[in-house]
């Protein structure tokens, strides 16, 4: 996925309001920017860290500039979680995401109850696959976990796909890991306990976890390979 053309770099100053931050563009100006990402963004919003952000052409915007990238202890890390479907539906289309079967029609955002909606319906020759899409932006000892703070609204989709799953249809979660230095992932259970609860009860009913790494670079980001995922802390991930 090729980010938009107008560009720059800068420094993080302070993320605040959820989807504000202040940045320090090389000439010493002080932007504030959206930033599109509705987590805690633990790990990676420190102050001074470098940053990437990008304009857009919309004129109706109050703020133009997006942040897109932020660089922890050298690694850049998505934090555009609006991209992270279109990341994964061009891995989809593309074959690097290849679990589903041969795919014949991919549709975004349906609605499967009067209470929530999921990220993809993937009709494939293996039949109906509902699909839910998770950005992963934490990492700790080689491990992404996922959240990076309490999500009720996670839990709730996990609910849905076990319904379905009992119903007969292929269901999973894919977590789209932002970052290059992650070789694992796993539900953040020291954040929310309930969601990790949920995830483990929910692979045992059919609903497959899924984990997937992203390339980060100024210009693209784009999926490259599948890492395992782990319903547990390993003892590497304890040590």
């Not at 915007?61 to 660089?71: A, D, G, H, I």
């Not at 909606?117 to 080689?142: H, M, P, W």
């Not at 070789?183 to 929910?202: F, K, T």
């Not at 009913?205 to 999926?223: K, N």
Request: with cysteine; net charge positive.
């Amino acid at each position: 996925m090729h980010l938009p053309q107008t560009k720059q770099s800068a420094v993080l100053l302070k993320r605040y309001k959820r989807f504000l931050a202040d940045v320090r563009l090389a000439g010493g100006q002080t932007l504030t920017v959206h930033c599109p990402n509705s987590g805690s963004m633990r790990g990676c919003s420190t102050p001074g860290s470098p940053v990437v952000i990008s304009r857009s052409d919309n004129p109706a915007r109050k703020y133009p500039w997006t942040l897109e990238m932020v660089q922890e202890d050298g690694v850049w890390i998505g934090v555009h979680t609006g991209r992270t479907n279109t990341l994964v539906r061009e891995g989809l289309e593309n074959g690097v995401i290849d679990d589903f079967g041969r795919i014949l029609t991919i549709t975004p955002e349906v609605v499967v109850s009067a209470r929530s909606r999921l990220d993809f319906l993937i009709e494939t020759d293996r039949g109906r696959v509902y699909v839910e899409v998770k950005n992963c932006s934490l990492a700790r000892d080689r491990t992404a976990l996922f959240p990076d703070a309490v999500t009720v609204r996670g839990t709730k989709h996990i609910a849905e796909l076990v319904g379905l799953s009992e119903a007969g249809f292929g269901t999973a979660v894919l977590f789209c890991v932002q970052r290059g230095d992650a070789d694992r992932c796993r539900p953040a259970a020291e954040i929310d306990p309930v969601y990790a609860r949920a995830v483990s009860s929910a692979a045992a009913r059919g609903v497959q976890f899924l984990a997937y790494q992203a390339e980060v670079r100024f210009d693209a980001i784009t999926i490259t390979r599948k890492i395992p995922f782990q319903l547990e802390r390993s003892g590497a991930d304890h040590a």
